[in-house]
């Protein structure tokens, strides 16, 4: 790992940042970019040797802001605490954060071993129109198997709230978890009949809410200036509490090969969301390999969808909402979304 690959992503992390509005750590980032001195560095020995790209891909400095809201949470290191939001002085934060690595680097370091986990249930917004989609072609209820579950807060997609802007509404006006977006484009098949008959989800490393140290983990990787996407969380979290979501710790291509064979009048959508490029090249393959075999003995009667929002490979931006519908197998990019749902644009 070269000096001046970490320093480059965090620097792009600042610029991502900024963009999405978080002006807190858009300034914590361009301070650690400017300060990658031990201790600091020493957290990012993992990564040794690796690329720009694949620092950028493994997310180490999501890994590390992560690490540093956890610890901030959990009140452990009070002067982290204070220094971070509501507090708005991103220079000040880093000078804690600098401390706080020598007094917690090994916990640091821990935090930072699991690839990001973010259920961002704003995401739900741009799943939306794919599985309208699905539900509009096929005429069949869904079954919704979701790949990097986390906590499987989108799980409960269906029971939400949404404002598409000029394209329309969508779901429970009285939720507790309201989404809106951006949308530019026609409106997708609002209108369609849709229906949520099973869901499951599998993940590494699931994350259960229900247990407040997990919850904290979780929401760790939500930006801390941004309170409505934290508010979102929270609903969400105790919706799932309420509702018993559940998700099974597997391995995604094992999962996807014992679960998302069709089934006779469902329709089963396979689905994820940034995911992908946390998986090794190996389980990429294995699971592409399991899906498209599964997709070759899908009907009319028993279709496969396959619905992902992810960057197209080696890339960052923009995020595509892609979806391959067996039988058939053709795949279709529906709309280019913000990767935290704050707009979506629709090219149907």
Known sequence: MADDDLTRVFQSQSAVCAAFGSPFYAGLTAAVAADLAPPVRALFDPWAGQSFQQLMDAAVSLRFLGALHDLALSGEDAALTVAFPPATDAEAAWR???????????RLAAFMEHEPQTNEVRRSVCLLP???????????PLRCLELGASAGLNQLWSRFGYDLGGAGRWGDPAAPVQLDTAWTGPPPPLDASLRVVETAA?????????????RRRLKAYLWPDQLERIARFDAAADMAIAASVRVEAADAAAWA???????????TVVFHSIFWQYLPAATQAALTDAITRHGAVATPAAPLAWLRMEPPTGQIIPIELRLTLWPGGEERVLAEVQAHGANVAWKR
């Open 96 to 106: 804690a954060a600098r401390a706080a690595i020598e007094r917690h680097g090994a």
């Open 130 to 140: 794919g599985f309208l989609t699905v539900a509009a072609e096929t005429g069949l």
């Open 257 to 267: 090969e014992a679960n998302a064979a069709p089934r006779e009048g469902v329709a």
């Open 202 to 214: 599998c993940d590494r490393a699931p994350i259960d809410v229900a247990d407040p140290a997990q």
